[in-house]
């Protein structure tokens, strides 16, 4: 197994997570910067290894269902479910000699997929409250 996709894909999830930075407070210019040129490099890294279409559209149901966590009534089911997908997705995405390695993959997919699960209910709370204020 080679370091490289490990490497690309730590890359990625730290640039992920620089943006989340930036979300969470904004105005601090550095992680967004940072996390933006981090996760490009990253993505661009991981696409050099030709990933699979499965892989891929795991991904994409992964990041539709941290969108549909915003909407949906009930709390962290989609976020939940998301999360799994994106642990499964990044297993798979590459073919065997390529492939991220599983406990990498798994532990790194919860850390993204809680923080992303918690800042959509953040998101939706202050949805909710913003109503509120307004006396819809």
């Known amino acids: 197994m080679t370091p490289v ?3 690309a894909f730590v890359l990625a999830a730290a640039g992920a997570l620089g943006i989340y930075a930036e979300l969470l407070r904004p105005g601090r210019v550095w992680p967004g910067v940072v996390g933006s040129i981090s996760l ?3 993505a661009y890294s991981l696409w050099q290894f030709c990933p699979r279409k499965e892989g891929t559209a795991l991904l994409a149901v992964s990041a539709a269902l941290f ?3 915003i909407a949906c009534r ?5 976020g939940l479910a998301g999360t799994c ?5 990044f297993v798979v995405l590459f073919p065997a000699p390529w492939r991220i390695s599983p ?8 850390l993204l997929g809680a923080v992303t699960t918690l800042l959509a209910d953040m998101a939706k709370k202050a949805r909710r409250n913003k109503r509120a204020d307004l006396g819809l």
């Open 103 to 110: 406990p990498l993959a798994i532990s790194l997919s919860l």
């Open 67 to 69: 969108l549909a966590e």
């Open 85 to 89: 997908a994106m642990a499964v997705g």
């Open 74 to 78: 009930p709390r962290f089911l989609c």
């Open 5 to 7: 996709p490990n490497l």
């Open 40 to 42: 490009a490099i990253g």
